[in-house]
């Protein structure tokens, strides 16, 4: 983004999704973000006083749905700053750590430990379900605690 008061080359690691640009616009503009909007402003974090990692989005739902006639390639995830839990339609599920292997190439999901997988699981379930205002308080309770990590 380019505006007063972001600086040239400004970077932000936090976790954002193309749903946060209309509240954005909303809040840079004066206006207020609609009930139904899934997404949050970024706004707070184009500025110098930036919210701890804790009190930002600490999950995201990634969903991809193919229509037609092979409907089992679509899966539905959730990813966080170190993880990428996946559940396809066909059954199958994946789970990698972003930071070992940011290019997602060896799934840690058969030997990962099974509570942090019914962690995923369960939070990518009540991900689904979410909706407007009730979305971005399900997306901030969620950080898989490390001792469980593989």
């Known amino acids: 983004m380019r505006g007063p008061g972001v600086h040239a080359g400004y970077v932000v690691k936090d976790l954002a999704l193309n749903i946060d640009l209309a509240p954005t616009f909303a809040a840079l503009a004066g206006a207020r973000t609609p009930q139904f909007v899934d997404g949050r402003s970024l706004a707070p974090l184009l500025g110098s006083n930036l919210p701890q990692l804790k009190t930002w989005r600490q999950s995201l739902l990634v969903e ?87």
Not at 81 to 89: F, H, I, P, S
Not at 98 to 111: K, V
Not at 134 to 141: S, V
């Open 64 to 150: 991809h749905w193919r229509f037609g006639t092979n409907s089992s390639q679509g899966f539905q995830g959730l990813r966080t700053q170190d993880y990428l839990y996946v559940e396809w339609n066909s059954g199958e599920r994946e789970l990698y750590n972003l930071r070992a292997d940011p290019y997602q190439l060896q799934t840690l999901h058969s030997t990962a430990a099974p509570s942090l997988i019914t962690q995923f699981a369960a939070r990518l379930k009540e991900m689904r379900r979410c909706a407007g205002t009730t979305c971005r308080t399900a997306e901030d309770l969620f950080l898989p605690k490390p001792a469980s990590a593989p």
